[in-house]
C-alpha cells in the first residue's frame, strides 16, 4: 500500500472533549427551564422605564444641578471653569456683573446640552466655588432636542 492509499485509508481520530461541556450545558438549560415556568426566585431587571424609574447605586451621574448659597442666590460665579474644562463642550455661559457686593459675576446664560454630555462630572470637579453638581436624577425623556438644552432655571430647579 502506498503512503497516499494508507492516508486515505486512516480514519480521522474521534475527540471526545466536547464532552466535558455537557453538563455545564445541561444545567444551563436546566436553569432557564426553570425561569420560564418561573418556578425558581429570580430578580427581575427590566423596569417600565420611563413610567418607573429604576433605582440608582449612590454615586451615580445623573443630571446636573446648580446650587444656591444660604441667602437663595445661585452659587455660580460665571468663572467659566466646567465650561473650559468640559470635554463635550456642552455647557454655555455668558457672565453678567453679579448685584451683589460678595461676587463680581454671575451667570446670566447658563445652558447645558445635556444630549452631548457625557457624564463625567468633570465640571463639578473643576468648579472652585462647588456651584454645580451630578445628581442621582436619571436623564430626563424629551420628543424634542430643544428640550435636552437645560437652562439656569431648569439646572437651579433640578
Ligand atoms: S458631566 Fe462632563 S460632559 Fe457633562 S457637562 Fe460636565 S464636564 Fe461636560
Ligand atoms: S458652575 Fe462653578 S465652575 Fe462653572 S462657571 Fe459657575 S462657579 Fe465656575
Known amino acids: 500500500m502506498t503512503e497516499k492509499?494508507?492516508?486515505?485509508?486512516e480514519r480521522p481520530r474521534r475527540s471526545w472533549g466536547f464532552l466535558l461541556y455537557l453538563p455545564a450545558v445541561a444545567k444551563g438549560l436546566y436553569n432557564t427551564l426553570l425561569h420560564i415556568l418561573k418556578l425558581k426566585g429570580h430578580k427581575t431587571f427590566t423596569v417600565q422605564y420611563p413610567e418607573k424609574r429604576p433605582e440608582v447605586?449612590?454615586?451615580?451621574r445623573g443630571e446636573h444641578r446648580l446650587k444656591i448659597d444660604e441667602l437663595g442666590r445661585e452659587k455660580?460665579?460665571?468663572?467659566?471653569m466646567c465650561q473650559t474644562v468640559c470635554p463635550s463642550n456642552c455647557i454655555d455661559i455668558v457672565a453678567e456683573e453679579a448685584p451683589w457686593e460678595d461676587r463680581d459675576k454671575r451667570p446670566r446664560i447658563f445652558q447645558i446640552d445635556m444630549l452631548r454630555c457625557i457624564y463625567c462630572g468633570m465640571c463639578e470637579e473643576a468648579c472652585p466655588?462647588?456651584?454645580?453638581?451630578?445628581?442621582e436624577?436619571?436623564?430626563?425623556?424629551?420628543?424634542s432636542r430643544a428640550e435636552m438644552i437645560y437652562d439656569k432655571e431648569k439646572l437651579l430647579s433640578n
Do not use: H, Q
Open 5 to 9: 492509499n494508507k492516508n486515505e485509508t
Open 57 to 60: 447605586r449612590p454615586g451615580f
Open 76 to 80: 455660580c460665579v460665571a468663572c467659566l
Open 129 to 135: 466655588c462647588d456651584a454645580i453638581e451630578l445628581t
Open 137 to 143: 436624577k436619571l436623564y430626563t425623556v424629551s420628543t
